[in-house]
């Protein structure tokens, strides 16, 4: 086997396990109850899906100019991917969304964000 | 020599980017490089403030290999939680101290625990964060405080 195909099936076999992920993600979240569980299987798109694509990607290309400008993407989405899953979270707490908690286990009440006397309108 | 240094920067970003080494494009790249580098120096003079990088590269680099294997983990158990027909979930809402100092310790402790799949950072409250798990299990917290002590362990001893 040259080494030529030897690249071509490592890098087969990376992007498949990350488009098998990808649809991981989407039956999870099509199978989840709520919200807050279908943004963890939303995240399973978001880490192992694209890392595994974009090696894959990496292999693909081989040593030029797209492989950068690949990592450049990964690096940006990893630090971008986690930033946006947490506003969402954040805004669903904000807004009054409690996960349903599992039996036996009482949630961690978070600190009001504005005092009740503050603004009114928006405890209202 | 920090002007030099975001000159080459700028520069190299850009030729890394376009790809195309035509005397048209090199010279519309200076002539941005420049302009940035002009538009800098004079915001400079209004604050000058600096982004300071508390962070130990090597360090970061070796927790980053730990991470991924962190990530390769906790996406094996939400892959069996969603394929189980009977679908194990236990939602749980708890919190965990942190104890890096500087801001970038604490994006980077939050970022990875919303990384690894089956935890979300939901809220940042002084001196802790709110996590919220899908598969809850009594090892969590401790996981996260041993995910903690090595994003500490990354940032430099000196920052007040």
């Given at each position: 086997m040259s080494l030529d195909t030897l690249v071509d099936v490592i890098s087969w076999a990376l992007m498949l396990s990350g488009s098998f992920f990808v649809i991981i993600g989407a039956i999870g979240t099509l199978r989840f109850p709520d919200f807050w569980s279908r943004l963890h299987a939303v995240s399973i798109t978001d880490s192992a899906g694209v890392i595994l694509l974009f090696a894959g990607m990496c292999m693909q290309a081989g040593f030029t100019l797209?492989?950068?400008?690949l990592i450049i993407i990964g690096v940006f989405l990893f630090v971008t991917g986690p930033t946006a899953t947490h506003a969402i979270a954040n805004a669903a707490l904000v807004s009054g969304l409690r996960p349903k908690e599992a039996k036996g286990f009482t949630g961690v009440e978070p600190e009001p964000l504005?005092?009740?006397?503050?603004?009114?309108?928006?405890?209202? | 020599m920090r002007i030099f240094g975001a000159i080459i920067v700028f520069l190299g970003l850009?030729?890394?980017l376009s790809g195309i080494y035509k005397p048209l494009t090199v010279g519309l790249g200076v002539v941005s490089t420049l302009a940035v580098?002009?538009?800098l120096t004079r915001m400079n003079s209004i604050d000058e403030d600096r982004v300071e990088i508390e962070i130990k590269p090597v360090g970061f680099l070796l927790y980053q290999g730990w991470l991924l294997v962190e990530i390769a983990k906790a996406n094996w158990v939400v892959t069996k939680i969603i394929l189980a027909p009977s679908m194990p979930i236990k939602q749980h809402l708890f919190s965990i101290p942190y104890t890096q100092k500087s801001d970038l310790g604490?994006?980077?402790f939050a970022n990875s625990i919303t990384l690894t799949p089956g935890t979300v950072s939901v809220e940042t409250e002084p001196g802790q964060?709110?996590?919220h798990a899908v598969?809850?299990?009594n090892d969590d917290k401790a996981a996260l405080a041993d995910m903690d002590?090595?994003?500490?362990?990354?940032e430099k001893a000196d920052i007040s």
């Open positions: 797209i492989t950068v400008k504005t005092k009740p006397t503050a603004d009114p309108a928006v405890s209202e | 850009w030729l890394l580098v002009f538009i604490q994006v980077i964060f709110l996590i598969a809850y299990s002590r090595r994003v500490t362990a990354c």
